[in-house]
């Protein structure tokens, strides 16, 4: 199968879902579905060509799918830690963008501040990924509406609601559930909300979709009627230092039998994991029969396959 057959992503680069345009979500899936149901179809879709990933922050998940489905495409991915070494650091975001569209082909970039990956798409000519920076991360929230598409066929008025810190992951599932009109509630402690001007991203796009997005407070009001409830780690990658301190201000917040019995009998489950089992959530909701959230891990691996494919199937 060829690309062109689905039709291929207008900007250059992904990072943040807020630059999507209407549309461009469901070419995503579409193209998702397609190379998750036959694999062997797209084993060449991007023969010879190359990834550089460049991580400053640790990853099993989004390192090992994008280094695994470059190989499933026919390409190949160079890895570059940078964990040790800031980006910047060594050289100017602008001479390594410069470099690296001289060998590779696109670039994945897990980082702390959305401005780099902002400097290094600015400055090369090649496609950027957001593999996760501070900001937000739209391949994983990309691949828990991907599976909640498989579960329900359409997400429109479904409504998911997130518990916990209004971080990274948070900010993208704003963006991706108003995008797709599926309904959101953000349920945070006071002073740990979403960035206001996400959830101002998000419900511009609301008007337009018909999603109802809800920032609230109290967890027990907040997943009554839940078709999904989503929680992710207290304290993200950087903010070790405030594990502690975030543990009191969190500990109301964990997603537990009690909470779930609050939501639809049938809720599901989601986490983008890591997990904590006794922190955020408990072993019995994690672990337990509604829990999707090895599917969503699986689905990071056909959702970036896509996103490859759509932002690196053409000479640019
Ligand atoms: N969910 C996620 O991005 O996992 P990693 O941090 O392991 O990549
Ligand atoms: N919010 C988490 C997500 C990890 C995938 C973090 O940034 O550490």
Same mark, same amino acid.
Request: charged fraction near 25%; charge should be negative.
């Given at each position: 199968?060829?690309t062109?057959?689905l039709g291929l992503l207008?900007?250059k680069d992904l990072l943040?879902?807020?630059q999507?345009g209407?549309?461009?979500?469901?070419?995503?899936f579409?193209?998702?579905r397609?190379?998750?149901?036959d694999?062997? /179809?797209?084993?060449?879709?991007?023969a010879g060509k190359?990834?550089?990933?460049?991580?400053?922050?640790?990853?099993?998940?989004?390192?090992f799918?994008?280094?695994v489905?470059?190989?499933d495409l026919g +390409?190949s991915a160079?890895?570059?830690d940078?964990?040790?070494v800031?980006?910047g650091?060594?050289?100017?975001?602008?001479?390594?963008?410069?470099n690296?569209?001289?060998?590779?082909d696109?670039?994945?970039?897990r980082?702390y501040?959305q401005?780099?990956?902002?400097e290094l798409?600015a400055n090369?000519?090649?496609?950027?990924v957001?593999?996760l920076?501070?900001?937000?991360h739209?391949?994983?929230?990309?691949s828990?509406?991907?599976?909640?598409?498989?579960?329900?066929q359409?997400?429109?008025g479904?409504?998911?609601?997130?518990v916990?810190?209004?971080?990274?992951t948070c900010?993208s599932?704003?963006?991706?559930a108003?995008?797709l009109?599926? #309904?959101?509630t953000?349920?945070?402690p006071?002073?740990?909300?979403?960035n206001?001007r996400?959830v101002s991203?998000?419900m511009?796009?609301?008007r337009?979709?018909?999603?109802?997005?809800?920032?609230?407070?109290?967890?027990?009001?907040?997943v009554k009627? /839940?078709?999904a409830?989503?929680t992710?780690?207290w304290a993200?990658?950087?903010?070790?230092?405030?594990?502690?301190e975030?543990s009191?201000?969190?500990n109301?917040?964990?997603?537990?039998?009690?909470?779930?019995?609050l939501a639809r009998?049938d809720a599901?489950f989601? #986490?983008?994991?890591?997990a904590?089992r006794?922190q955020?959530?408990t072993? +019995?909701?994690?672990?337990?029969p509604n829990?999707?959230v090895?599917?969503?891990?699986?689905?990071?691996l056909?959702v970036?396959?896509?996103?490859l494919?759509?932002?690196m199937g053409?000479d640019r």
């Amino acid at each position: 199968m060829t690309t062109t057959t689905l039709g291929l992503l207008p900007q250059k680069d992904l990072l943040t879902i807020a630059q999507l345009g209407s549309g461009d979500v469901e070419t995503i899936f579409e193209t998702t579905r397609s190379i998750k149901g036959d694999r062997a /179809a797209w084993s060449r879709a991007l023969a010879g060509k190359r990834l550089a990933m460049i991580f400053e922050k640790d990853s099993l998940r989004t390192r090992f799918t994008f280094d695994v489905g470059m190989q499933d495409l026919g +390409g190949s991915a160079v890895f570059m830690d940078h964990r040790d070494v800031r980006l910047g650091s060594r050289e100017s975001l602008k001479d390594m963008a410069k470099n690296l569209e001289r060998w590779v082909d696109g670039i994945v970039a897990r980082v702390y501040k959305q401005r780099a990956l902002e400097e290094l798409a600015a400055n090369c000519s090649i496609p950027v990924v957001n593999g996760l920076s501070d900001h937000v991360h739209p391949c994983q929230a990309l691949s828990d509406f991907f599976t909640l598409t498989e579960r329900w066929q359409d997400v429109a008025g479904r409504r998911v609601v997130y518990v916990g810190d209004g971080n990274n992951t948070c900010h993208s599932l704003l963006h991706v559930a108003a995008r797709l009109g599926a #309904h959101i509630t953000v349920c945070s402690p006071e002073g740990y909300e979403p960035n206001a001007r996400v959830v101002s991203e998000a419900m511009l796009i609301a008007r337009e979709t018909g999603s109802d997005i809800q920032i609230v407070n109290d967890p027990e009001q907040a997943v009554k009627g /839940a078709d999904a409830v989503y929680t992710d780690v207290w304290a993200s990658m950087g903010q070790e230092d405030e594990i502690e301190e975030r543990s009191a201000i969190f500990n109301d917040y964990r997603v537990d039998e009690e909470l779930m019995a609050l939501a639809r009998p049938d809720a599901l489950f989601m #986490h983008c994991l890591p997990a904590h089992r006794g922190q955020e959530v408990t072993a +019995g909701v994690i672990d337990g029969p509604n829990s999707i959230v090895y599917d969503i891990a699986e689905n990071r691996l056909h959702v970036q396959k896509a996103i490859l494919v759509l932002l690196m199937g053409r000479d640019r």
